[in-house]
């Protein structure tokens, strides 16, 4: 890139290379700004003749067109691509989403990409025209070999980014008791309904029982046989480990027990089952807590019908001091 300066009849359509401010220091125009016919009529009214205006040379690509290249590959699902000012393109959720972040290969490619690129955390729960990641380059081009070379890996490797959409969501909650469920329910189900809504959603099946694996198993295998999307098991009590009463439960409802303990602070007893592609979450304590904890790290995932391995859990360990 190069700058020139020119006469400003002939500016209309170039970017400027520098800041213009008037008589008395107000900034008129900024660096970076298109110039049309309107601003090229104002700058002549404000007595320049020229400005100094930025020119592409060979091999270059303009800011714009290169952030907008990059924007197009780095994300897919609900997403929409918006041209901001200043060389940068915003991705946006086009429905209630969970953002799905490849962060190894985010980090490599902002490693050697000619430009910048930024997301939510991955896991990350986004409303509706919500930003979810943004693409910034260097001022006025970008050397046209190196934004290839970035194209040619986020082809071959990416999406860095997925919104993955959160549609009507069937949420099922089971509340257990040593001695009484309704005891269950009564101490979380405010909080449930707090932290349910924070997602967009509530809880639309809705049982209660004793902790005793006989009465646990037959009521997750009724929860089951509703087809929600995930069922959360809210116990007053706090489990030792996959072979404790709520772990008992879950297999011989005819789950597979995914993970016990979570590097996450608060929430590090998780436990979490899978009956198919059903997922079931307990966690003892989180339920009645309105603070931020593994719940909140894991519903908007679970929501969108992500199936968590437990490696991705193992990663939440990096941030997962939550307090």
């Known amino acids: ?16 290379y520098s800041t213009i401010f008037t008589s008395d220091h107000r900034k008129l125009f900024g660096k970076g700004h298109l110039i049309t016919e309107e601003d090229a009529a104002m ?10 205006v930025a020119e592409l040379e060979p091999g ?7 952030v907008m290249q990059v924007a197009g590959e780095i994300g897919c699902g609900s997403l929409e691509i918006q041209l901001a000012a200043g060389g940068r393109a915003n991705l946006t959720a086009t429905e209630p989403c969970c953002a799905l972040v490849d962060a190894q290969l ?14 939510l955390v991955n896991f990350s729960y986004a409303s509706t025209g919500q930003r979810v990641a943004t693409v910034k380059s260097i001022p006025f081009s970008v050397p046209e070999r190196q934004l290839e070379s970035m194209m040619v890996q986020l082809r071959e490797r990416g999406p860095v980014l997925q919104a993955r959409p959160i549609r009507a969501p069937k949420v099922a909650v089971l509340y257990c008791d040593p001695v009484d469920g309704e005891r269950a329910r009564g101490l979380f189900e405010t909080v449930m309904h707090q932290r349910l809504d924070r997602f967009g959603t509530n809880a639309r099946v809705i049982l209660s029982t004793v902790e005793q694996e006989g ?10 046989r509703s087809s929600p999307s995930v069922v959360l098991i809210a116990s007053t009590t706090a489990p030792a480990g996959p072979d404790d009463t709520v772990g008992r439960a879950m297999v011989a409802a005819g789950c597979l027990i995914e993970r016990f303990l979570a590097p996450v602070e608060m929430g590090n007893l998780l436990l979490l089952a899978y009956h198919g592609d059903l997922p079931m979450i307990a966690s003892p304590g989180c339920y009645r807590s309105a603070k931020p904890n593994v719940l909140d790290l894991l519903l908007p995932p679970l929501l969108a019908r992500y199936r968590i391995p437990s490696w991705d859990i193992t990663c939440l360990g990096h941030g997962g001091l939550l307090a």
């Open 215 to 224: 009465p646990l198993t037959r009521s997750l295998q009724q929860l089951i």
């Open 43 to 52: 700058l002549q009214a404000a007595g320049l003749t020229n400005v100094w």
């Open 106 to 119: 985010l980090k490599e490619i902002n490693y050697v990409g000619p430009v910048a690129i930024a997301t």
């Open 1 to 16: 890139m190069r700058a020139r300066s020119i006469d400003v009849k002939h500016s209309i359509s170039r970017l400027l």
């Open 60 to 66: 270059e690509v303009n800011e714009d067109q290169a």
